[in-house]
């Protein structure tokens, strides 16, 4: 056999034998990666999807505890209560029995006793909330302290409540606290219904209990549908013993979870693992959704069969759950391992036809080193000169080989350290894409909350322009300004880099400019605002914003009186952690006798409630003026 042929011969077996090892060491590096970023990236998943729908559920809590501190319910909770207080406990509890079971018998809708609870002011007032957000309410109703219902948008079962796990968990032992009720699925709505329940406060006494049912349905399946665009994995809401809430083309708690994925949420809160379904591996993360873990101050669960509704929650949280099948998740590193395959048989291929060359070239030695000496002049540093003899030739024939191979060592590194560079690159691409996308979603949520405020501004406008009674359009000229002051934040979010935190000072030039603006009259009028730039969250400006709201409207519809000189004051500052609201007008003050503690009307009751949501205290007096200060740490 000649010697190039020996030699390509050489040259195929090696090849083989290294793109083999290769490929195997290979395979297994690229595996290896590709789990551990696919399970970061799903954990990562479901805790931003979990985080989402914490805030849709705070949401929920948010509108129903608006709507049910409104005047007409609180009024219509402290004349029910004053009724049935008066009674013995035994002959009140005979008074409920009596009731409930006189409504339990009505089987006409236009009884006059479950008219009564179906046309009075409050039942009229919760009917418009259905009205406003169509769709999103089944009923809405409220019981006072012992549990009597006193209004209603719909006909319910019973009167008497007190009894019933909800509103044993939102009374709280006296308490308070808000309880989801996780009622299921409802077939009357063909729905999956969650119950809000609120109680309802007066200082520290629970004086009633509101409950707005809510379906979840459209909520739920947007919160699928919308991330599932994101990522290739199968994404679901599941309880914790595993019952499937939501998923894409799937009847609400219709299917559970495999048991080897279940077993997962009952002993984590958050975590990711690669385990074996139906005799293939997939790639599983799941975070618990805060809320329905339950505290102090939120309850979650249900009872799993009620009235209406099947298959409701006993105690479990909700979780979020994706799923990746292996193949899936592996498609990008299999891409890899086929590329280098190909590669190394073109390799083996190139390299073996060098060598058939080489062995030719042997024949003629002088030949062979100066066109060996002419290709590593070109560039070609996979020359390689096999020259085994003691004369001048072989040693020149061995310096050459070893300089070639120097040369070649150092654009290898050169080649490995561009590779890197390249992969590092790509790595920070995918990352800024991935916030980019985050940016997007949270700025679309922001850009829906203002719009939903607007939306509420609106129609408390309209519903303004319909009534006649001055005292009801000023409630609700009242009611537009808190609106617009949360508006008002959710604008600078949206406007802003920093979705997290807003600018104190921009959010309250702009909104004491805009409460002055609304009183065209006081053209002698002189604000001066005195507002420390620092940053807070929406959670803390919501509440100072409708504060301002209020303090700021009643000094310009009462503090002065056709004089000469009008001056506000609009103070706020930081001490180390404490931080001072302050507002001070040279007005004619509070009238004498004046006592904080002994007014009643709702907007100064809603100051007070808000400075005790921010842990704060609240001082007013006549100071050349009426000053308040409000004081709280952050």
Avoid at 136 to 154: A, C, H, P, Q, W
Avoid at 207 to 223: E, H, Q, R, Y
Wanted: one cysteine or more; hydrophobic letters at 40%.
């Amino acid at each position: 056999m000649k010697l190039q042929y020996k030699a390509a011969g050489l040259m195929i077996f090696l090849g083989i034998i290294t793109l083999f090892t290769i490929t195997i060491i290979y395979s297994y590096l690229i595996k290896q990666a590709v789990i551990q970023e696919e399970l970061t990236n799903i954990e990562n998943l479901t805790e931003e999807i979990a985080h989402h729908m914490d805030t849709h559920l705070e949401a929920f809590t948010s509108i129903t505890k608006a709507f049910s501190i409104a005047p007409p319910v609180v009024n219509a909770l402290l004349e029910s209560n004053s009724k049935f207080a008066g009674f013995s406990t035994a002959w009140r509890n005979e008074e409920i029995d009596s009731l409930n079971k006189r409504w339990m018998e009505a089987s006409d809708i236009n009884d006059p006793f479950i008219q009564e609870h179906l046309t009075n002011s409050v039942a009229a007032f919760l009917k418009l909330q259905q009205t406003i957000m169509p769709g999103l309410y089944g009923e809405i109703f409220l019981t006072n302290k012992y549990g009597v219902m006193i209004s209603t948008t719909g006909k319910l079962t019973t009167l008497a409540h007190s009894h019933k796990y909800w509103w044993e968990a939102s009374y709280f032992n006296g308490k308070g606290r808000v309880f989801f009720d996780d009622r299921g699925f409802d077939e009357s709505v063909d729905g999956y219904v969650l119950g809000v329940v609120v109680p309802i406060m007066d200082g520290n006494e629970v004086i009633g209990i509101l409950k707005s049912n809510i379906n979840l349905d459209g909520p739920l399946t947007n919160v699928v549908e919308d991330f599932r665009l994101n990522h290739p994995g199968n994404i679901q809401i599941a309880r914790t013993k595993g019952l499937v809430v939501a998923e894409k083309g799937v009847i609400p708690l219709s299917n559970n979870l495999p048991e080897e994925l279940s077993q997962y949420l009952q002993t984590e809160k958050t975590g990711s693992e690669v385990v074996e379904v139906d005799n293939r591996k997939e790639f599983i993360a799941f975070s618990s959704i805060p809320i329905t873990l339950g505290s102090d101050e939120y309850g979650f669960g249900g009872k799993y069969e009620s009235i209406g509704h099947i298959k409701g929650n006993e105690g479990e949280a909700w979780h979020i759950v994706i799923t990746l099948d292996e193949a899936i998740a592996m498609e990008r590193g299999n891409k890899w391992i086929r590329l280098l395959i190909i590669a190394g048989i073109i390799f083996i291929v190139l390299a073996s036809f060098t060598a058939l060359l080489l062995g030719k070239w042997f024949a003629k030695p002088l030949i062979k080193l100066s066109l060996a000496a002419q290709k590593i002049g070109e560039g070609n540093l996979d020359t390689k000169i096999s020259l085994i003899t003691k004369d001048e030739i072989g040693s020149l024939s061995q310096s050459v080989n070893k300089m070639t191979e120097n040369l070649n060592k150092t654009l290898t590194s050169r080649d490995k350290l561009t590779l890197e560079v390249e992969l590092r690159k790509e790595a920070e691409k995918r990352v800024n894409i991935q916030l980019k996308e985050k940016e997007v979603i949270l700025k679309e949520a922001h850009h829906r909350i203002k719009n939903n405020f607007i939306s509420i501004s609106s129609l408390l406008s309209l519903q303004s322009s319909s009534i006649t009674n001055s005292e009801a359009v000023s409630a609700l000229e009242d009611a537009i300004g808190r609106v617009n002051s949360m508006a008002l934040l959710y604008e600078k979010m949206l406007l802003g880099d920093d979705y997290n935190t807003s600018s104190v000072k921009e959010y309250l030039d702009t909104l004491v400019d805009e409460i002055v603006r609304l009183f065209p009259g006081n053209l002698n009028l002189k604000v001066e605002k005195q507002i420390t730039d620092f940053k807070l969250d929406p959670k803390t400006l919501v509440p100072i914003g409708i504060i301002v709201n209020e303090l700021l409207t009643n000094i310009m519809k009462y503090a002065f009186n056709d004089q000469d000189s009008c001056l506000i004051e609009v103070i706020f500052t930081i001490d180390k952690e404490n931080v001072n609201l302050i507002l001070q007008d040279n007005g004619r003050g509070f009238p004498e006798g004046f006592n904080i503690e002994n007014q009643k009307g709702f907007g100064l009751r809603l100051i007070k409630m808000l400075t005790l949501q921010l842990g704060g205290s609240l001082t007013m007096d006549n100071h050349n003026g009426t000053r308040s200060v409000i004081k709280f740490s952050i």
